[in-house]
């Protein structure tokens, strides 16, 4: 149940992330060719965080 429910909110998460980050490109007019790597470095990181945090919860059950 905590899986799925971490999943979900994981799910949730990264895509208000992106859609902010998208935000954050167009108002600071980056150019097209750098904003994958900015979204693949954030999304990258959350992952990780995520993945942190969810066996930082599993162990704590």
């Given at each position: 149940?905590?899986?799925?429910?971490?999943?979900?909110?994981?799910?949730?998460?990264?895509?208000?992330?992106?859609?902010?980050?998208?935000?954050?490109?167009?108002?600071?007019?980056?150019?097209?060719?750098r904003q994958p790597k900015i979204f693949r470095t954030i999304n990258l990181l959350l992952t990780i965080l995520l993945t942190s945090t969810y066996v930082e919860l599993w162990l704590a059950t």
């Open positions: 149940m905590l899986a799925l429910l971490f999943g979900l909110f994981s799910l949730f998460y990264l895509f208000v992330i992106n859609s902010l980050t998208n935000a954050l490109c167009v108002q600071k007019e980056i150019p097209a060719e």
